[in-house]
């Protein structure tokens, strides 16, 4: 009979374990937490964006680091198999904004669920509260796993699915890494990724709280524009967070370690600096007798209003009758590019996901094994991968998992 073990009760652990069925072998699972998918049960806010429904382009577009090496374990198990996938276990799914893939009832209970019965039907055995100290690898063979408690656990194959050091609060402390590490399986430096932005300036967290719809966000760092994009955003009591900023913690933070960016809200992107000026005329024309910080209020926030105004140095109870033609050009100029300063990413605590991880030149990019050791694997944010937000790590988890469970399979058939 063969053993395989998966270390880890995640999104990839247990997809690998709901997809290896063979007569004649056993799966264990072994998860430190004390139930499965702790940190799946939080994603999307507890909705769990389980995938994209988006086109092959945009899937791989969406890989930020080692795109190209997920291009096999896509090809056999794609956005739309996963979808698939789940509508065939009986979970009914939905697609929402940005092509984004939700269970039907809006809660991530129900993705775990309909994985944990799959594990029941595969007679899956699953051991909570069982950590695993390091793996028992013998002349570049693995045979095992080593518990915390000391026992040690036979296997014929391993899948390390640890997921990476983000939200450590849900498990994720590196163990997969370290693992790695311990057999001299080169480990890719980490940071946290799909996080906030920490700034400079006192005036970003006097907005704290206030959410910008529809503004386009761009980042130099050294006169260089390394980021732009268009969508949300949110400032806090540390800087900026919301779906713009976790995408650029993921395209360009690790520019951070060279030095802090510029950056820049667009906060009428509709508009022309000229049409803009237009507009300011009008309002001014139609009335001059208000003072700026109420003809602000057609045009900005109100939370905002009082840091803006501070920026140009324009008291708010100014008449519009009284502002200069430079000044008016001066508020239309910052409606184009209100600016701050980026001078670092927040921490695992808040990463949505993990930078950096296991290299995949140790990894056959097929099956998901390790080149140096026969019999071990490793799947999901363990890896070196990484992509944007909507759907696209969890992608990566399922897509991964799939590819070691059937080359598992095919080895033991």
């Given at each position: 009979?063969?053993?395989?073990?998966?270390?880890?009760?995640?999104?990839?652990?247990?997809?690998?374990?709901?997809?290896?069925?063979?007569?004649?072998?056993?799966?264990?699972?072994?998860?430190?937490?004390?139930?499965?998918?702790?940190?799946?049960?939080?994603?999307?806010?507890?909705?769990?964006?389980?995938?994209?429904?988006?086109?092959?382009?945009?899937?791989?577009?969406?890989?930020?680091?080692?795109?190209?090496?997920?291009?096999?374990?896509?090809?056999?198990?794609?956005?739309?198999?996963?979808?698939?996938?789940?509508?065939?276990?009986?979970?009914?799914?939905?697609?929402?904004?940005?092509?984004?893939?939700?269970?039907?009832?809006?809660?991530?209970?129900?993705?775990?669920?309909?994985?944990?019965?799959?594990?029941?039907?595969?007679?899956?055995?699953?051991?909570?509260?069982?950590?695993?100290k390091t793996l028992d690898i013998r002349d570049k063979k693995v045979c095992g796993v080593v518990l915390e408690n000391g026992c040690t656990v036979p296997a014929d194959y391993v899948i390390v699915a640890t997921g990476g050091m983000s939200y450590p609060v849900t498990g994720s402390s590196g163990d997969g890494l370290r693992f790695?590490?311990?057999?001299?399986?080169?480990?890719?430096?980490?940071?946290?990724?799909?996080?906030?932005?920490?700034?400079?300036?006192?005036?970003?967290?006097?907005?704290?709280?206030?959410?910008?719809?529809?503004?386009?966000?761009?980042?130099?760092?050294?006169?260089?524009?390394?980021?732009?994009?268009?969508?949300?955003?949110?400032?806090?009591?540390?800087?900026?967070?919301?779906?713009?900023?976790?995408?650029?913690?993921?395209?360009?933070?690790?520019?951070?370690?060279?030095?802090?960016?510029?950056?820049?809200?667009?906060?009428?992107?509709?508009?022309?600096?000229?049409?803009?000026?237009?507009?300011?005329?009008?309002?001014?024309?139609?009335?001059?007798?208000?003072?700026?910080?109420?003809?602000?209020?057609?045009?900005?926030?109100?939370?905002?209003?009082?840091?803006?105004?501070?920026?140009?140095?324009?008291?708010?109870?100014?008449?519009?009758?009284?502002?200069?033609?430079?000044?008016?050009?001066?508020?239309?100029?910052?409606?184009?590019?209100?600016?701050?300063?980026?001078?670092?990413?927040?921490?695992?605590?808040?990463?949505?996901?993990?930078?950096?991880?296991?290299?995949?030149?140790?990894?056959?990019?097929?099956?998901?094994?390790?080149?140096?050791?026969?019999?071990?694997?490793?799947?999901?944010?363990?890896?070196?991968?990484?992509?944007?937000?909507?759907?696209?790590?969890?992608?990566?988890?399922?897509?991964?998992?799939?590819?070691?469970?059937?080359d598992i399979q095919e080895k033991i058939q």
């Amino acid at each position: 009979m063969s053993e395989i073990v998966i270390i880890g009760g995640g999104a990839a652990g247990m997809m690998a374990a709901a997809r290896l069925s063979v007569p004649g072998s056993r799966v264990h699972i072994f998860e430190r937490n004390e139930k499965l998918g702790k940190k799946l049960f939080i994603t999307g806010k507890g909705r769990c964006n389980l995938t994209n429904a988006c086109d092959r382009q945009e899937l791989m577009d969406a890989m930020v680091t080692n795109g190209k090496f997920m291009f096999s374990s896509l090809s056999a198990f794609d956005n739309i198999a996963v979808i698939q996938y789940f509508e065939e276990l009986g979970l009914k799914l939905k697609t929402e904004r940005g092509m984004r893939v939700f269970p039907v009832s809006d809660h991530s209970s129900d993705v775990i669920r309909t994985l944990e019965n799959q594990l029941k039907k595969k007679n899956v055995c699953i051991h909570l509260n069982s950590r695993v100290k390091t793996l028992d690898i013998r002349d570049k063979k693995v045979c095992g796993v080593v518990l915390e408690n000391g026992c040690t656990v036979p296997a014929d194959y391993v899948i390390v699915a640890t997921g990476g050091m983000s939200y450590p609060v849900t498990g994720s402390s590196g163990d997969g890494l370290r693992f790695a590490k311990e057999q001299n399986i080169k480990v890719t430096d980490v940071m946290p990724s799909l996080v906030p932005m920490v700034t400079k300036e006192e005036y970003i967290p006097a907005m704290q709280g206030l959410s910008l719809k529809n503004v386009e966000l761009k980042l130099l760092q050294k006169g260089k524009t390394v980021y732009k994009e268009f969508g949300e955003m949110l400032f806090t009591h540390f800087g900026v967070s919301g779906p713009l900023v976790l995408t650029a913690s993921a395209r360009c933070g690790k520019r951070l370690s060279k030095g802090e960016m510029q950056a820049f809200i667009d906060l009428k992107p509709a508009l022309s600096l000229e049409q803009l000026d237009h507009r300011l005329i009008r309002e001014f024309q139609e009335n001059p007798k208000k003072q700026l910080a109420t003809i602000m209020g057609s045009l900005l926030p109100s939370k905002m209003i009082d840091p803006f105004l501070g920026i140009v140095a324009l008291d708010s109870r100014k008449m519009a009758c009284e502002t200069s033609k430079g000044e008016r050009a001066a508020i239309a100029g910052l409606l184009k590019a209100f600016p701050f300063t980026v001078t670092g990413l927040r921490g695992f605590e808040e990463a949505i996901i993990t930078k950096g991880g296991v290299s995949v030149r140790e990894i056959v990019p097929k099956t998901m094994a390790c080149k140096q050791v026969e019999g071990l694997y490793f799947v999901g944010e363990v890896l070196d991968l990484d992509a944007v937000t909507g759907g696209f790590n969890l992608q990566i988890a399922w897509s991964t998992a799939a590819a070691a469970a059937a080359d598992i399979q095919e080895k033991i058939q």
